[in-house]
């Protein structure tokens, strides 16, 4: 199960951080990622964290994000987190959490189907 968390309205070039609680027993394991959906858009990659069989994990970004977004994870407690910076209105969107067993393999960690694990989404709005 996934539960989101910090969605909320912000100001263009304002920051916010998405949190993403996982339960489950082999959470180090899981590879994890966020994606997001716009009012009539398809659902997008965001980020992930691959976890790897070396016990690495490997962070992946849309070209979108890329240096304004970080995903991290603690284990200890079950989380994954999405540091959004420099905000654009164009980052408007529900945003989802998402999970899978194991390595999602280099090439596939951007598609939805990848992943098994959905949360239900945190809207976050970029506005003035």
């Known amino acids: 199960q996934l539960v989101e968390s910090g969605g909320r309205l912000v100001p263009p070039g304002g920051s916010l951080r998405l949190s993403c609680e996982a339960s489950g027993r082999t959470f180090s394991s899981y590879s994890m990622g966020w994606f997001r959906q716009a009012p009539g858009k398809e659902r997008e990659f965001v980020a992930s964290?691959?976890?790897?069989?070396?016990?690495?994990?490997?962070?992946y970004y849309a070209d979108s994000v890329k240096g304004r977004f970080t995903i991290s994870r603690d284990n200890a407690k079950k989380m994954v987190y999405l540091q959004m910076n420099s905000l654009k209105p164009e980052d408007t969107a529900v945003y989802y959490c998402?999970?899978?067993?194991?390595?999602?393999?280099?090439?596939?960690?951007?598609?939805?189907?990848?992943?098994?694990?959905w949360g239900q989404g945190t809207q976050v709005t970029v506005s003035s």
């Open positions: 964290l691959r976890w790897s069989s070396s016990n690495a994990y490997y962070e």
């Open positions: 998402a999970a899978a067993r194991g390595d999602t393999g280099a090439r596939d960690y951007h598609l939805a189907d990848t992943y098994t694990y």
